[in-house]
């Protein structure tokens, strides 16, 4: 049996496909799930001094640095670690925008009927 499950394992790792990933979209996924710090440090994810509303990034910080961020904050603010030198610091900032696309017109006209006479050809109404 566990010759069987070993040969099993070696055919499928023989047809083990790499996997491209493109370096640009890397930024997106790094989080402090997923970043190691070294020892005497924590991972908290901070904005930088010079953006609001920009992402948060991780970074490692000494585990004696203050990360608790629970400033009252007014409705249109929210609570967020700042990057400095040493130990964030936790400051009020503005919520960003979010912008919707409105939803479509509404009509009371049904759909106009399409229909294709032969494959390859254009498009035509119906009538």
Known sequence: MFVAVLVLGVV????????????SNLSISIGCANLRCISGYKCVMVETD?????????????????????????????????????????????????????????????PRATAIVKPGDPVMQIP
């Open 50 to 110: 010079d953006c609001v509303g920009c992402p948060t990034f991780p970074r490692c910080v000494q585990k004696e640095c203050d990360t608790s961020c629970v400033l009252p904050c007014r409705f249109p603010y929210r609570c967020v670690l700042i990057a400095t030198d040493c130990c964030p610091t936790a400051t009020c900032r503005r919520l960003p925008f979010i912008y919707t696309i409105p939803p479509p017109d509404f009509t009371i006209d049904p």
């Open 12 to 23: 499928l790792l023989h047809f083990a496909v790499g996997i491209a990933v493109d370096d």
